[in-house]
Nanobody, 123 residues
Framework: EVQLVESGGALVQPGGSLRLSCAAS????????VTWVRQAPGKGLEWVSG???????YYGESVKGRFDISADTAKNTVYLQLNSLKTEDTAMYYC?????????????????RGQGTQVTISS
């Protein structure tokens, strides 16, 4: 059984940082692309970031320059470092393995998705 388990979400003040983790079991992440998406209250899913097999990193415009995606193949885990957080970053964050990816293009449809971790930015 494939599982993606996110962790690291928290309540932080604007300007703060967090590191989200996506730990996988039943699947070897280095063989797949992995993306992070988020859903703010009352809004649809927003694509945040993706990393492909060769390690190429891609970001949505709203987080570019502030977030960093990385992978630890030994731990079979993908991370999302969130810096300079803003109130509009408040959302449930999900990691997912898309059904396909090529270069910097990632399918919106997930092959696998975790249960999410809540990030709340508030003073």
């Amino acid at each position: 059984e494939v599982q993606l388990v996110e962790s690291g979400g928290a309540l932080v003040q604007p300007g703060g940082s967090l590191r989200l983790s996506c730990a996988a079991s039943g699947i070897t992440l280095r063989n797949y692309c992995v993306t992070w998406v988020r859903q703010a209250p009352g809004k649809g899913l927003e694509w945040v970031s993706g990393i492909n097999g060769p390690g190429g990193k891609y970001y949505g415009e709203s987080v570019k320059g502030r977030f960093d995606i990385s992978a630890d193949t030994a731990k079979n885990t993908v991370y999302l470092q969130l810096n300079s957080l803003k109130t509009e970053d408040t959302a449930m964050y999900y990691c997912q393995v898309p059904t396909f990816c090529t270069g910097g293009t990632f399918s919106q449809m997930p092959l696998y998705r975790g249960q999410g971790t809540q990030v709340t930015i508030s003073s």
